[in-house]
């Protein structure tokens, strides 16, 4: 149900796990990361090197960051807003690693 949701959405969304396997992206996100490529499975390689390094930081800590505006190099006068959250299990109270 949460994939079919995300996938609908007119904003680009990607869910990356802890072992930075990226869980879903949908359309949206699939043409900004990959543009002017056939379809294929996104990986975490994919996402430019600010972004991933920003998403790893979300994921070590377990806390979201501010957003941000983000402009790719090869797409002047593009601008993103960026948010990034961790999706926690209500079980889990404290971030990993520390856990």
Known sequence: MMA???RDLSSAC???SRDLNILHANKTARK???PGQPVRRTRFN???QVL???IYQVLKTGSAISNFRYEPPDSPGTVYH???APFQSPRRVC???HC
Request: charge should be neutral; charged fraction near 10%.
């Open 82 to 84: 960026v948010t990034i």
């Open 4 to 6: 079919g949701i995300l």
């Open 95 to 97: 971030p990993p690693p």
């Open 32 to 34: 900004i990361l990959q």
């Open 52 to 54: 991933g390094s920003r």
């Open 14 to 16: 990607v869910v990356i």
């Open 46 to 48: 994919d996402l430019p």
